[in-house]
């Protein structure tokens, strides 16, 4: 009988052992009062990543520019300072983590910057920049992680580690992708001009024609590469898009929920309840009084 047998033997350039440590998982929208964000020294890692939005990010002396997909990976004792373009609807991921997990771990967010002296530090097999390509692996694995982040015991914190050195497989993977030459490029820049361009019509109503004539492509063409590079067709992104700024309105503004029902585009209180109930699990009057 033929066996198959595996020898362990440590990766290259990883670093051992290999336990991480959550310490934040974060889904954070930003208002649109702030604009500039700045850290002089981090005390541990931190992976921000922009499902939407516009910007520049300086870190290690290079300016890297912000748009949906876009992912930084900050070390410890390393800074950044990152801008974002006014009138720009910013969403991101955030993540921060030691990538050993020792006594000094448990030290809440934020961690004083002096603390950064003698941790671990991620290899530089991950650049401080990438932008996504397979977006919605990152954002599937960053959701199941956010979740894990919201309970307690012991399987909960191994889901969290898990689910995190999953993501670094994702950002890995990421590098070995290749947008497929011109034709690859031009897709990826058209599900991104089609993504910025439902971000402003939150307010109102845009037909999927419309949509496809503004991007200059065919509406077959923009339904397939907008499925292949987020994961939802173009109305259920939309939707959920509008949705998820409607339970921001909810939380931090002061519009009755009819107000925020039009707003939205939505028929009537009870459809703008039902959808919402179907994407959060909570009506708008539960997370209003939230």
């Not at 949705?243 to 028929?267: P, T």
């Not at 919402?276 to 909570?282: A, I, P, S, V």
Request: charged share 25%; aromatic share 10%.
């Amino acid at each position: 009988m033929n066996e198959a047998r595996f020898i362990a033997t440590p990766p290259p350039n990883l670093p051992q052992p290999y336990s991480p440590w959550v310490r934040l998982a974060h889904d954070y929208p930003v208002e649109s009062t702030v604009r500039v964000f700045v850290q002089s020294c981090l005390g541990d890692h931190a992976l921000h990543y922009f499902r939407e939005g516009s910007g520049s990010y300086e870190l290690r002396g290079r300016t890297f520019s912000i748009q949906p997909g876009a992912l930084f990976l900050v070390r410890p004792g390393e800074g950044y300072r990152f801008t974002l373009d006014q009138g720009a609807r910013i969403r991101m991921y955030n993540i921060h983590f030691d990538l050993q997990e020792t006594e000094r771990s448990y030290l809440p967010f934020p961690v004083p910057a002096e603390e950064w002296h003698g941790k671990m530090k991620y290899p530089e097999t991950l650049p401080p920049h990438q932008q996504l390509i397979n977006r919605p692996a990152y954002e599937q694995n960053f959701l199941r992680l956010l979740d894990a982040a919201s309970r307690l015991g012991i399987e909960a914190e191994l889901e969290r580690k898990a689910e995190l050195l999953k993501l670094f497989a994702v950002l890995h993977h990421n590098l070995s992708l290749s947008p497929g030459g011109a034709t690859g490029e031009f897709h990826r820049r058209t599900v991104d001009a089609a993504i910025a361009e439902l971000s402003k019509r939150l307010s109102g109503n845009l037909s999927i024609a419309e949509l496809a004539a503004h991007v200059g492509v065919s509406r077959a063409l923009l339904c397939r590469i907008f499925r292949e590079a987020t994961g939802e067709s173009i109305q259920r992104y939309f939707v959920n898009r509008k949705l998820q700024a409607a339970k921001s309105d909810l939380l931090y503004s002061g519009l009755e929920i009819k107000e925020i029902a039009a707003k939205y585009g939505f028929a009537n209180v009870s459809h703008f309840t039902r959808r919402f109930r179907q994407l959060t699990g909570n009506t708008p009057g539960e997370i209003r009084k939230k």
